[in-house]
């Protein structure tokens, strides 16, 4: 939802999202940026909060938007709320972030939508349905674990939804593996992968909402 206007040729920021919802700091950029519900860096040194160890989200409110919005411009990583950046939607969905209500309205109600339709929150009608219930549906989630087991073989999973093994991070698609990296994904060989030691990252909220039919923002790298 905005322009950098920061210095070009600068270090990287520690502000780009990895799958699990650790915030790194690499040169690319992706095409989504979102935020945390408001800023957790120090905007003199533009780096994260240091504690006992860095801070990584301000609110419950976790929102994937748009690089470009409205001509609006700002200093990343500045006075305002802290501009985190994500490879695609896939990414930012298994790191926890539902689409933004002002940049992306119709992807919002089309994950609502699909949440409703999985059943979550199922004794609420869809027009009762609380953005601050899903929030705090899913930072229980986020916070309970940054892995989960998984409900299914992979190969049962939804597109969009994301696993981990051995350190690395895989996208289903087509029933085809594409392992992440922080400048696209590649394809990958599922028998040479350690399967007994795969987790799920995607929030399992998440996981059912692309099982409905909600449908992820892909980096071009992946083919359908």
């Known amino acids: 939802m905005c322009t950098d206007l920061s210095m070009r040729n600068e ?15 690499i040169k690319e950029r992706g095409l ?30 976790w929102i994937s938007c748009l690089t470009a919005f409205k001509d609006r411009k700002r200093i990343v990583m500045g006075h305002s709320y802290t501009e985190l950046f994500f490879l695609d939607e896939v990414t930012a969905l298994a790191a926890g972030h539902r689409p933004c209500f002002e940049c992306r309205r119709e992807a919002a109600v089309l994950f609502l939508d699909a949440l409703h339709k999985a059943g979550v929150h ?11 219930d899903v929030d705090a549906l899913l930072h229980g989630e986020r916070t ?18 994301m696993v981990q093994s051995a350190k690395r991070f895989y996208a289903v698609r087509n029933c085809v593996l594409y392992e992440w990296r922080p400048a696209g994904y590649q394809a990958t060989d599922a028998a040479l992968i350690n399967q007994s030691a795969m987790s799920l990252l995607t929030p399992p909220s998440i996981v059912k909402a692309l099982d409905a039919g909600y449908a992820p923002v892909w980096h071009n790298s992946c083919a359908t």
């Open 11 to 25: 270090a990287p920021l520690q502000n780009r999202v990895l799958p699990t919802g650790e915030i790194v700091a």
């Open 32 to 61: 989504l940026m979102g935020n945390r519900g408001g800023r957790f860096h120090d905007p003199m040194t533009r780096t994260l909060r240091q504690t006992r160890r860095p801070t990584q989200w301000s609110t419950k409110r």
């Open 122 to 132: 199922q004794n609420t009608a869809r027009q009762a349905l609380r953005v601050d």
């Open 144 to 161: 309970q674990s940054q892995q989960h087991p998984l409900p299914c073989p992979w190969q049962n999973l939804p597109d969009g939804a």
